[in-house]
C-alpha cells in the first residue's frame, strides 16, 4: 500500500516505528488543517505556527498514544492542538488579530485554480470569508471552537465532543447558538457597512 493511501493510524504506527516518509506524510495530510484550526482558535498567526509544531513533537515524543477505540485519529490530533492552543492562549492573554493576507489561509486549493478566472466573484467570496473569519474569533472560546470543528474542519459532533471533553448535546447545543450569534454579527456589519455606503440595508429573511 502506498504511503499517501494509508490510514492516519498506520502512518503513525510507522513514523513511531521510525519511518520517516510515513511522518513526511503524516506531516502534510495534517499540517495545513493543525495551523488553520490553531489560528482560527487563537486569532494569531505566530501562535498557530508555534503549535503546528509543538503538535508534531508531542506526537512523536512517545508521550502519548493514538488508540482507535478511543476515538478517531482527528479527534486525538485536534485534542492535541486544542491543548496547547488553550496554554499560550491562558500564558500569553492575548488575541491577536487574524491576519489577513496569512500565507496559509490564501493558498487556493487545486479545485479553486482549475476555475475559470472571475476577478469580481473572486474578492466577494474573499470578503465574505474574512468577515466571517473575524467573527469567529470574536466568539466566545466555547462556542469558537465548535464552530471551527464541526463548520470549518468538519468534524462529527461525536468527534468534536471528544477534542472539547464534552458530551455530544453540549456541542449541539452550542453550535446552535454560535451559528445564531454568527448571524447577528455578519448583519449588523452589513448594516454597518451600508450605513457607510449610503445604502439603505435589504431586508433579510432567514
Request: one cysteine or more; glycine letters at 6%; aromatic letters at 8%.
Amino acid at each position: 500500500m502506498a504511503l499517501e493511501d494509508a490510514a492516519d493510524g498506520e502512518l503513525f504506527k510507522r513514523a513511531l516505528a521510525g519511518e520517516e516518509a510515513a511522518f513526511a506524510t503524516l506531516y502534510r495530510r495534517w499540517q495545513g488543517s493543525i495551523y488553520r484550526f490553531s489560528l482560527r482558535i487563537s486569532g494569531s498567526a505566530p501562535i498557530a505556527e508555534d503549535v503546528t509544531q509543538e503538535v508534531f513533537l508531542s506526537l512523536m515524543d512517545g508521550t502519548s498514544r493514538f488508540n482507535p477505540a478511543l476515538g478517531s485519529f482527528p479527534s486525538y490530533v485536534f485534542g492535541i492542538a486544542r491543548n496547547h492552543v488553550l496554554r499560550r492562549v491562558s500564558r500569553e492573554r492575548i488575541f491577536a488579530p487574524i491576519a489577513e493576507n496569512s500565507e496559509e489561509e490564501n493558498r487556493g486549493s487545486h479545485e479553486e485554480l482549475s476555475r475559470p478566472s472571475d476577478p469580481l466573484g473572486d474578492i466577494t467570496q474573499q470578503e465574505m470569508r474574512e468577515s466571517l473569519y473575524r467573527a469567529i474569533v470574536t466568539l466566545p472560546l466555547r462556542y469558537r471552537e465548535v464552530v471551527v470543528l464541526c463548520e470549518l474542519e468538519e468534524l462529527k459532533y461525536a468527534e468534536a465532543a471528544r477534542v472539547i471533553g464534552c458530551p455530544e448535546g453540549t456541542v449541539r447545543s452550542r453550535l446552535h447558538r454560535a451559528r445564531t450569534l454568527l448571524l447577528h454579527k455578519l448583519h449588523e456589519k452589513a448594516r454597518k457597512d451600508s450605513r457607510t455606503a449610503g445604502i439603505e440595508p435589504a431586508r433579510c429573511i432567514l
